[in-house]
T-cell receptor
């Protein structure tokens, strides 16, 4: 099946710094990528939807200036957490849909972010 | 708006027991419904799906039927195995192809 990778798998950073998380579709072209955030023992919460070559669509309540999303190619999307604070510590998961298969999302393994 | 309510866990069963994980949804229109599974240390994987009322999704012995009248999509398996131990997520797909997930149900199957 389709494979989505994320890098890094975990990251620890100091408060005030920025962190970039990469999401790649390895064996298919991802026309749309989604970014989720998951708190312990809670559901995945959709943060934003990004289509290749266009601006991301953010869900209500998600700060677009804090969570910068770039989808520069059909195989890569990045999420940058700017000026990170401890409350941004979470598990971030990306997913992707491919051309002609928009009803199935393929998920990455997630990135654990810890902000000190 | 769209939302998914899922049976809370954790659930612990003996091998070969019957499994039911309840899932109900709220949505505008008739969304596609999904069950995803997350094995330890791995990403979410599609388990099964149903795209319209009365459809039954099935895979690996798991089944779920799209019930419009009760807005439900309960997951069932007749005889669980240790290898089924994982976290199961119910989800619906919205009009912009975005997914809404339940909180997940952790299943542990003991020999």
């Amino acid at each position: 099946g389709a494979v989505v990778s994320q890098h890094p798998s975990w990251v620890i950073c100091k408060s005030g710094t920025s962190v970039k998380i990469e999401c790649r579709s390895l064996d298919f072209q991802a026309t749309t990528m989604f970014w989720y955030r998951q708190f312990p023992k809670q559901s995945l919460m959709l943060m934003a939807t990004s289509n290749e070559g266009s601006k991301a669509t953010y869900e209500q309540g998600v700060e677009k200036d804090k969570f910068l999303i770039n989808h520069a190619s059909l195989t890569l999307s990045t999420l940058t957490v700017t000026s990170a604070h401890p409350e941004d510590s979470s598990f971030y998961i990306c997913s992707a849909t491919g051309q002609g298969a928009t009803d199935t999302q393929y998920f990455g393994p997630g990135t654990r972010l810890t902000v000190l | 708006g769209n939302s998914v309510t899922q049976m809370e866990g954790p659930v612990t069963l003996s091998e070969e027991a019957f499994l039911t994980i309840n899932c109900t949804y709220t949505a505008t229109g008739y969304p596609s419904l999904f069950w995803y599974v997350q094995y330890p240390g791995e990403g979410l994987q599609l388990l099964l799906k149903a795209t319209k009322a009365d459809d039954k999704g099935s895979n690996k012995g798991f089944e779920a039927t799209y019930r419009k009248e009760t807005t439900s999509f309960h997951l069932e398996k007749g005889s669980v195995q240790v290898s089924d131990s994982a976290v199961y997520f119910c989800a619906l797909r919205g009009s912009r192809n975005q997914f809404y997930f339940g909180t997940g149900t952790s299943l542990t199957v003991i020999p």
